[in-house]
C-alpha cells in the first residue's frame, strides 16, 4: 500500500512541470496518499530537502496549472551517481552519493519516488530502479528527443513561441526586404526548427539530422528574388551542421560530471553573415533561446502534462514500478525506463542528451519531413 510519494523535477525547466505536479497531487489526495516535493531536483533527494506539496485552498500546489518554472525548482547538474564535490583545498572531486538519496527515502518512509525530467534524469531513475527504488518516471523536455514516446511535455509550448517568433519575424523581414534567421534550440535534435518552421511558414529549416549544403539554402532564397519576394525566414537548429562540418559550440556547461556539458549554439549568426555573402540581401539573425522554456503552457501541454501526472500516479497506485509514462501511437501508455535509457548501461555513464545516447531524432522518413519538402521548405539538402 502506498502512503507517501514524492516529486522531483530536474534539467532544464519547461512549461508544464507544475501541470505535471498537480496531476500526481490531485490523484494522490484522492486516494488519501501524501504528496511531497523535493526541492531543486536530485538536489533535493541528496539534501533530503522536501515539502510537502498540496491543492487544498491556499495550498502550494492550489492554481499552479498556467504557471511556468517549477514550484519545487530544478536542478540542471545533479548527477548525484557522480557528484561534483569541492573540498576546503579548492580540490575537486567527484563521488557516487546515490546510496544518501536511498537511505533518506527510506527514512523518511518515501514509498515511491516520481522523477520529472529527460534523457539525463531518466537515465538516474533507471540507476536508482536497478537499486530498488520504486520510481517512475515522466518525459520532460523542450528537445522532444527521449526515446520510447512521441511527445514530452513542453515540447509543444517551445514550438508554439518559436511559431510566433517566425510570425513576427515575417513582418519585419518582408519590411526590410531582409532574410530574417531564427536559431531554435533542441540539441542533438531538430523537432523544434522542423515543426515550428512548418507551423510559421518558413522557407528553411535547418536540422541536425540533414547536414546543409549552405549554396543550396542561398539557391532557395534567390529563387524566391527571382519571383519578386525579397524576404525569407530560415529557421536553423541550435545542433545544425554544414555537410562534412561540426556543430558550432558556444561553450562548456556547469552540469557536473558524466552528463553532456557541450553548450550549442551560435549557428543562427554564421548561417545569416554566409547567406547574406551569397544573395547579397541583408540578413539578421534572432537566437530565440530561454523563451521557449519560460511561461505559460499551451492548452496541448496542459491537457498533456496532466495526463502524464495522473498515469504517473495510477501506475504508483498498480504498484507498477521502473516505468516511464509515454505516448504510443497517440495513446498513453507507459514502457520500461531501461527501454528509455538502455543504451546507458553503466551505471555513472555519461547520461544526458549526449550524440552517443539513444536520444529520438527526427528519422528522413518523418511526415513532417515529407510534409515540409511538399510546401516546399528547403532543408538544406
Ligand atoms: O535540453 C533543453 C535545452 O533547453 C536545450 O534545448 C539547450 O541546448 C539546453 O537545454 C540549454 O541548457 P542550459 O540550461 O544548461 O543553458
Not at 288 to 295: K, T
Amino acid at each position: 500500500m502506498i502512503k507517501k510519494v514524492a516529486i522531483l523535477a530536474n534539467g532544464g525547466d519547461v512549461a508544464g512541470f507544475n501541470a505535471v505536479i498537480r496531476g500526481i497531487v490531485k490523484t494522490a489526495e484522492n486516494n488519501g496518499i501524501e504528496a511531497y516535493g523535493f526541492i531543486d531536483g536530485y538536489t533535493g533527494l541528496l539534501k533530503n530537502e522536501y515539502i510537502k506539496l498540496s491543492t487544498a485552498s491556499e495550498g502550494n500546489a492550489e492554481g499552479i496549472l498556467p504557471k511556468g518554472g517549477s514550484i519545487i525548482g530544478s536542478s540542471t547538474n545533479a548527477n548525484v551517481f557522480n557528484y561534483k564535490i569541492t573540498k576546503e583545498n579548492g580540490e575537486v572531486e567527484y563521488k557516487d552519493l546515490s546510496d544518501v538519496c536511498i537511505e533518506n527515502l527510506q527514512k523518511d518512509g518515501f514509498d515511491c519516488i516520481f522523477t520529472l525530467g529527460g534523457d539525463g534524469t531518466q537515465k538516474s531513475a533507471r540507476d536508482f530502479s536497478t537499486k530498488g527504488v520504486k520510481v517512475i518516471g515522466v518525459p520532460k523536455t523542450i528537445d522532444n528527443d527521449v526515446a520510447c514516446t512521441d511527445i514530452t511535455f513542453g515540447y509543444n509550448t517551445a514550438v508554439s513561441v518559436a511559431m510566433e517568433a517566425i510570425d513576427r519575424l515575417h513582418t519585419t523581414g518582408e519590411t526590410h526586404h531582409r532574410i530574417m534567421v531564427l536559431e531554435v534550440m533542441g540539441r542533438y535534435a531538430g523537432w523544434i526548427a522542423l515543426e515550428s518552421a512548418i507551423a510559421g511558414g518558413a522557407d528553411v529549416a535547418l536540422i541536425p539530422e540533414i547536414p546543409y549544403d549552405i549554396e543550396k539554402v542561398a539557391s532557395k532564397i534567390k529563387n524566391r528574388q527571382s519571383r519578386g519576394k525579397n524576404f525569407s525566414i530560415v529557421v536553423v537548429s541550435e545542433g545544425a551542421k554544414a555537410k562534412g562540418g561540426e556543430m558550432t559550440i558556444q561553450g562548456t556547461r556547469n552540469n557536473g560530471q558524466g552528463v553532456d556539458n557541450t553548450k550549442l549554439g551560435g549557428i543562427g549568426e554564421i548561417v545569416a553573415k554566409q547567406l547574406e555573402q551569397i544573395t547579397g540581401l541583408e540578413a539578421r539573425n534572432t537566437t530565440l533561446g530561454y523563451m521557449q522554456r519560460g511561461g505559460t503552457p499551451t492548452a496541448y501541454d496542459r491537457v498533456l502534462s496532466t495526463k502524464y501526472g495522473t498515469k504517473a500516479m495510477q501506475l504508483a497506485l498498480e504498484g507498477k514500478f521502473g516505468r516511464l509514462t509515454v505516448i504510443k501511437n497517440g495513446k498513453l501508455d507507459d514502457v520500461s525506463l531501461e527501454d528509455v535509457v538502455g543504451n546507458n548501461t553503466q551505471i555513472g555513464a555519461v547520461s544526458g542528451n549526449t550524440e552517443q545516447s539513444n536520444l529520438r531524432k527526427v528519422t528522413l522518413d518523418d511526415d513532417l519531413i515529407k510534409t515540409a519538402r511538399s510546401v516546399g521548405i528547403n532543408l538544406g539538402d
